[in-house]
């Protein structure tokens, strides 16, 4: 069944009357929720939505460096002896994103109101499982202060690893962009020019100029329609895509057997993926628990469903290193190994780290050689484009000059 959207309105255990918004699958389990949490409920509403492809986002949502800026500072003031409710005022106080200030402003209130804070987390899809379930074990443990600067070392990892893998692709794209504009500008305005200077001839123009000139009258008069309907078939594309998850992860299994970027990404999720249970791990999550938050973590499916099996299989009594090795060498053997001598000598979470290290060294390697490469290919690319399409407005006018 799918979870809705319920608003609600009750009166907590200090007689304060408190609103909020919670998503469930019924009006019973949002009454349940609210029962646990001390609050009597007085109004529960459902909430009903357009459809997704009708539905736009006009809620601004915090970044997620805004995210990790945020465990930092709150991390921060917490190991300094600030109290939370304190810490929220300080917080607030200094923060300029509007999304951000909201989020605090929000959190504040509820846990003024006798929330917990990771409860009270749980209310913003900005915080995931895995960030609500180690403030869970923080408060639980009463080392809230230790594990958010944990998580926020986490974060930062993450967002660093992200920032290595989008800058190897903002210099190509770039290029690749305006190369393809500085054409199109000249297809559909330079060479209509030319093209009534070789009308004057009266001679047959040479077979590159031909296809030049087809080109050029084929961009100026299906252009227009030409993009509306790549983007359109792109939407539909992708809404197709979102609605069949064996297509989804047939494709996924095709980018990790591409010769480059499968290498990557096969690194890139193991990296994640190793980094985010050790985490967990120190937190004192339980190991399966844990593994239920590793889910969605890569964002990719063949992770997910090796993440579901060694799940289970931990739930039949297995280690985590054999599980580890029945995944069709999803992972690298590395990482098998690597968790076999932890769970041997009790160090598991730390040779998680130090696999989590390994790849994203293997990553920032990869994307400084894919740099490097990419480079004098595109250069070669765009000579050949550029150099072809002089060669092809040049052509008829060095042949005039010769029978002259």
């Known amino acids: 069944m799918a979870d809705h959207r319920y608003v609600w309105r009750g009166i907590d255990r200090q007689g304060k009357v408190v609103t909020g918004e919670t998503h469930a699958e019924t009006s019973a389990a949002v009454r349940q929720l609210l029962r646990e949490q001390r609050i009597r409920a007085t109004r529960i509403q459902r909430q009903f939505t357009a459809p997704t492809w009708l539905r736009f986002n006009t809620k601004p949502r915090a970044s997620a460096r805004k995210l990790t800026q945020f465990t930092r500072q709150l991390a921060t003031l917490l190991q300094a002896g600030v109290p939370l409710l304190q810490a929220f005022v300080i917080l607030n106080r200094g923060e300029s994103n509007a999304a951000m200030k909201a989020i605090i402003q929000e959190l504040y209130a509820r846990i003024e109101g006798g929330m917990a804070l990771n409860q009270a987390l749980r209310q913003h899809a900005e915080f995931d499982a895995l960030y609500c379930n180690i403030v869970a074990a923080g408060e639980l443990a009463g080392m809230l202060d230790t594990l958010l600067e944990r998580l ?101 299994g095709l980018l990790l057997r591409t010769p480059i970027a499968g290498p990557l990404t096969r690194h890139a999720c ?18 399966t628990d844990a593994l239920e938050a590793l889910q969605g973590v890569t964002g990719h499916l063949l992770f997910l469903s090796a993440t579901q099996s060694i799940q289970a299989q931990l739930m039949q009594g297995r280690s985590l290193s ?23 000598s009790g160090t598991l ?34 000579g050949l484009l550029i150099g072809g399409l002089v060669m092809a407005l040049y052509l008829p006018i060095f042949q005039l000059g010769q029978v002259v």
């Open 349 to 382: 979470e730390h040779m998680l780290e130090k696999t989590a290290e390994h790849y994203e060294r293997e990553v920032d390697s990869t994307v400084a050689q894919l740099s490097t490469l990419l480079e004098p290919f595109i250069m070669v690319v765009l």
């Open 322 to 344: 054999h599980a580890l090795e029945n995944t069709q060498g999803l992972f690298p053997s590395m990482v098998g190994h690597m968790c076999a001598i932890g769970e041997e």
């Open 152 to 252: 926020a070392h986490h974060l930062e990892k993450s967002e660093a690893l992200r920032t290595t893998i989008r800058s190897a692709l903002v210099y190509p794209s770039a290029v690749l962009g305006i190369a393809g504009s500085v054409l199109v500008v000249i297809l559909v305005f330079v060479v209509p020019a030319f093209q009534s200077i070789f009308a004057s001839f009266g001679a047959e123009l040479p077979l590159l100029t031909q296809w030049v000139i087809a080109l050029s009258e084929g961009l100026q008069r299906y252009g227009l329609g030409v993009l509306v309907l790549l983007g359109v078939s792109t939407v539909c594309l992708r809404r197709w895509l979102q609605q069949r998850i064996h297509w989804q992860r047939y494709l996924h």
């Open 270 to 287: 193991t990296a994640r993926w190793t980094r985010t249970l050790a985490t967990l791990f120190a937190a004192g999550v339980p190991l």
